[in-house]
């Protein structure tokens, strides 16, 4: 888990880290998400930290233990001795998506706490990955006997008809039985760590939105357009950041971008005549 050397600024610190596919620190790149709001964060120290823990879970687990021994001493290592779990009483506060913070507190949601649970998993030995589940992240271990689908929140093991009950709120309402709907393996399949990292981002954009706190805002959507450079509605999103704030030349280039990009998208007309208000080209 040690950490790269990071280049000048936060961001293209950031930019260095997700790079490439093949050699994705998630980690180390979701704990830098910390920057933006606590710019004196030692991440150096957050991976340290992260590698004591993993020591400390190593001690306890016996060298012949099989892979279901080891899950079950994570979750008690995790969830008991170190009583992490889902901050319910303020969901939406953006430190729990802050992985040095969430080792203070303990607390987080379940995107920020698999990041953290996955990479002790891994570090044991365990075949585990992320799951972008409708609505709430999941995390999936492949065991000798199947696999096992667990709540970050609490480590619990959720079997098919628990999933299904969770996934009802998701679906869309069938127009004919004859509809087609998308069976629940479709929704565990395993997520790349970009994904992984993107929810993470997106998670904090939605909270800074609906506040309505475009300074805060702004550096998440740099980040995802770092993350996801084609992802072509964060540069909308970011341009109409960029005139809230005042930032009116970064607001058309941005704009410009989405309109070249996104081809007939359904608020082509309204952006352009927001455009054209940006540039002064309306009377």
Known sequence: MTGHVPPSTPLAYFAALVADDAAFPL??????LGQDEYPEMDLQQVLTEVDGLLARLKRRIPDDADALQRLRALNQFFYRDLAFGGN???YHD?????????LRTRRGIPVSLAVLW??????IGLDARGVAFPG???????????????????GES?????LAGRLEPWRAPAAAPEDFEAPLALYLQPAA???ILARMLRNLKEIHRTQEDWPRLLPVLDRLIVLLPQDWPEYRDRALVHAELGETSAAISDLQQYLDQAG??????ALLTRLAELRGDLP
Do not use: C, W
């Open 136 to 154: 709430h992240f999941m995390i999936k271990v492949h065991l000798p006997l199947g696999v096992a689908v667990l709540d970050p929140f609490t």
């Open 94 to 102: 953006p430190d729990n998506s802050y992985l040095h913070v969430l």
């Open 118 to 123: 996955i990479e002790m998993a891994q570090g």
């Open 27 to 32: 980690l180390e790149a979701a704990a830098s």
């Open 158 to 162: 959720l079997d098919g008809d628990e």
């Open 88 to 90: 319910i009483n303020h």
């Open 264 to 269: 007939e998208a359904v608020d082509r007309q």
């Open 193 to 195: 760590p970009r994904d």
